[in-house]
C-alpha cells in the first residue's frame, strides 16, 4: 500500500513505540495535571502539529542537512532544552499569584498559547526528526518508486496512534486531577509538579549532551 511493505509490523511498532512515555508524553501529563482536560487536548493538538511538520520536512529531505550538519542537531536540542526549563519556570512564578487569603490563584494560558507551547516543544525536539530517517525507510519499497509519497503515508499513521494514545493520556490524567483539585493546595500541588517536571526534562536533555 502506497509503496510500503510490512505495514503490519510498522503498526505493531508504532504503538508499542507510541506507548513508551516521551518527551511529550510528560508534557502532556504534566499540562493535563496542572490546568485540566482542556489545556491536555490542546497540548495534544499542538505536538501533533509538530510532528506533521517534522514528518513532512524529512519526506522532502530537509532534515538530512542534521546528518550533515551535527552541530545543527545540538543547537536545536539545547533550544529545546531551554525551552522546557522556562516553561517549567512559567509555570510555578509567571503564571502564579496569592490573594490576601493566601488561596493560590491560577492563571490560565490562552488557548492559542498552550497549542504553541506544545507544538515548539515538539519541533525543538530533533531526536524525532533523526527518529524518522531511521525508522520509517525500513518499511518503503525502494521498487515502487514512490519515495516522498510512502514516507507521509507511514508518518501518517505513526501520527494517528501517537495522537490516539495522547488523547487518552490527556483525558486521563485530567480526569484524576479533576477529583482532587478542589483544594487550592493540591492545585498548587499540580503546579509545582508540572514546573518541576518540565525543568528536570529540560536539565536532562541538557545533561545529556553536555
Not at 6 to 33: E, K, M, W
Not at 96 to 108: E, Q
Not at 185 to 199: H, K, P
Request: net charge neutral; glycine share 10%; charged share 10%.
Amino acid at each position: 500500500m502506497f509503496g510500503t511493505h510490512h505495514l503490519l509490523t510498522f503498526l505493531i511498532a508504532s504503538v508499542a513505540l507510541n506507548l513508551i512515555p516521551g518527551q511529550d508524553i510528560l508534557y502532556i501529563i504534566g499540562r493535563s495535571l496542572s490546568q485540566g482536560r482542556r489545556a491536555g487536548i490542546l497540548s495534544v493538538l499542538g505536538i501533533g502539529s509538530g510532528c506533521i511538520i517534522h514528518i513532512t520536512l524529512t519526506a522532502a529531505g530537509l532534515y538530512s542537512l542534521l546528518l550533515l550538519w551535527p552541530a545543527a542537531f545540538t543547537i536545536i536540542t539545547f533550544a529545546g532544552a531551554l525551552y522546557l526549563i522556562v516553561l517549567g519556570i512559567m509555570v510555578w512564578i509567571g503564571r502564579r499569584s496569592s490573594d490576601f487569603s493566601g488561596t493560590a490563584v491560577t492563571a490560565p494560558d490562552s488557548d492559542w498559547e498552550i497549542y504553541r507551547q506544545g507544538l515548539f516543544t515538539n519541533l525543538l525536539n530533533p531526536k524525532l526528526a533523526l527518529f524518522f530517517i531511521a525508522f520509517l525507510p525500513q518499511f518503503i519499497d525502494p521498487a515502487t518508486s514512490l519515495g516522498p509519497v510512502s514516507f507521509m503515508f507511514l508518518g501518517f499513521v505513526f501520527f494517528c496512534t501517537g495522537t490516539v494514545w495522547c488523547m487518552f493520556i490527556a483525558i486521563f490524567a485530567a480526569s484524576v486531577a479533576d477529583t482532587l483539585r478542589t483544594k487550592p493546595r493540591v492545585q498548587a500541588g499540580f503546579d509545582l509538579f508540572t514546573a518541576v517536571l518540565f525543568v528536570c526534562l529540560g536539565i536532562t536533555i541538557l545533561a545529556g549532551h553536555v
